[in-house]
């Protein structure tokens, strides 16, 4: 069982900064892939970004390339996500989600009870 707990979002301008963290629980932390989700209201939940269990492989949307960087601490238990040059339609509630071995969006098992990021013009 991994309990993940999302943190860090809040109300930035245009072009600012954030960095969300997502801590989990228990000792296995290193043996799953991480992810970030994020849902803007009345739509579906989107992948953000994804790292590998050693942090050496990671993914992104087209959305936030360039902008955004996934990594992790595996002795903190903690994922991040910088989220650099922020625009309006960046605004969502972001999930982070854990899957055990490789990056397979479909193996999801756990997400975070989510953090919300809110970007004003």
């Known amino acids: 069982q991994v309990r993940l707990v999302d943190s860090g979002g809040g109300l930035v301008q245009a072009g600012g900064s954030l960095r969300l963290s997502c801590a989990a629980s228990?000792?296995?932390?290193?043996?799953?892939?991480m992810y970030w989700f994020r849902q803007a209201p009345g739509k579906e939940r989107d992948f953000v970004a994804a790292?590998?269990?050693?942090?050496?492989?990671?993914r992104y949307a087209d959305s936030v390339k360039g902008r955004f960087t996934i990594s992790r601490d595996n002795a903190e238990n903690t994922v991040y996500l910088q989220m650099n040059n922020l625009k309006p339609e960046d605004t969502a509630v972001y999930y982070c989600?854990?899957?055990?071995?490789?990056?397979?969006?479909?193996?999801?098992?756990?997400w975070g009870q989510g953090t919300q990021v809110t970007v004003s013009s």
């Open positions: 228990g000792r296995t932390f290193n043996m799953y892939a």
């Open positions: 790292v590998s269990r050693s942090g050496g492989v990671t």
């Open positions: 989600a854990a899957s055990l071995g490789s990056i397979v969006i479909e193996n999801i098992n756990y």
